[in-house]
């Protein structure tokens, strides 16, 4: 495996290598000089670099990505000289970069921060007081303006504790407004009173984008006004949402109306 820093980030190498548990050497041809990290089964054990070792010689590489890089397998290390795991190590070295940083971090205020599926508990993560409170706030609803009122800190403090989780792999941001569907009308038996369903595609896309699966629609009428139904997902329904006689009455509605609809936030 060889490549570029900057076009490939320290972040995604270390990733790779203890996601794959990788034994080996990675060499940095740096401006500097050559920096030299070891890798037992995807931890990081030891490193060399501009006269510095272990997690220090790391810390300062991830301040100046620049030069080539290439991963020797199964070449092993002289010793031992960083004792936390690789996430802590990443997530240290960000923690750094940030610190030093003055820019502001390009995430959007309405973006969703919400956990990753199957990722290890960030309980095993070197957490600071800050990135605590932040976690136990998200629901993966909380959009990072809403975050930043709970925890009671800036916007751009937010953006920073969740840049550095969603690169070590804890958190993911999602877009806070599903795309609205247009479907036509249909009828259908066996749904309750002002239930109405949908395709399970769509739901799944709705689900992804808000973190959860929801369980009411607000519906566009064709006159205008809006009106909300309990919901309920069906496979092969296709660009169709499909009413009960007794319902599509109650709404004024007629069979092949085209609707505009989109999931209720509760």
């Known amino acids: 495996m060889t490549g570029t820093l900057g076009l490939f980030s320290l ?9 794959s548990s990788r034994t080996g ?15 037992d089964k995807g931890q990081a054990v030891h490193a060399e670099f501009a006269g510095h070792s272990g997690q220090d ?8 990505e620049r030069g080539s890089f290439a991963f020797q397998v199964g070449v092993p290390s002289p010793q031992e000289t960083i004792k936390t795991s690789t996430e802590n190590l990443m997530l240290e070295a960000i923690r750094r970069l940030d610190e030093n940083s003055k820019a502001n971090i390009e995430i959007p205020e309405d973006m ?3 956990y990753v599926d199957d990722v290890p508990s960030a309980s095993t993560l070197s957490l600071q007081p800050q990135e605590v409170s932040l976690l136990k706030h998200i629901n993966g609803q909380r959009t990072l303006k809403d975050l930043a009122k709970a925890n009671g800190v800036s916007i751009n403090q937010v953006k920073q504790i969740v840049d550095r989780l969603v690169k070590v792999g804890v958190l993911q941001l999602k877009n806070k407004s599903p795309r609205t569907a247009r479907l036509v009308t249909r009828l259908t038996k066996g749904l ?8 399970s595609n ?12 929801p369980s009411r629609v607000v519906c566009r009428l064709p006159n205008g ?29 007629a069979v092949n109306d085209s609707l505009l609809v989109k999931p209720l936030r509760e």
């Open 11 to 19: 972040v995604d190498l270390f990733q790779l290598l203890s996601s």
């Open 25 to 39: 050497r990675l060499n940095v041809n740096h401006p500097e000089g050559k920096a030299k990290v070891y890798f």
């Open 57 to 64: 010689a790391v810390y300062l590489l991830f301040s100046d």
């Open 225 to 253: 006004n809006t009106r909300k139904f309990n919901l309920e997902s069906m496979d092969n329904i296709g660009p169709y949402i499909l009413f009960t006689k007794e319902t599509l009455a109650m709404a004024n509605l």
């Open 112 to 114: 969703v921060a919400a």
């Open 192 to 199: 309750g009173v002002d239930t109405i369903a949908l395709d």
């Open 202 to 213: 769509i739901y799944s896309q709705w689900a992804d984008m808000i973190g959860y699966g």
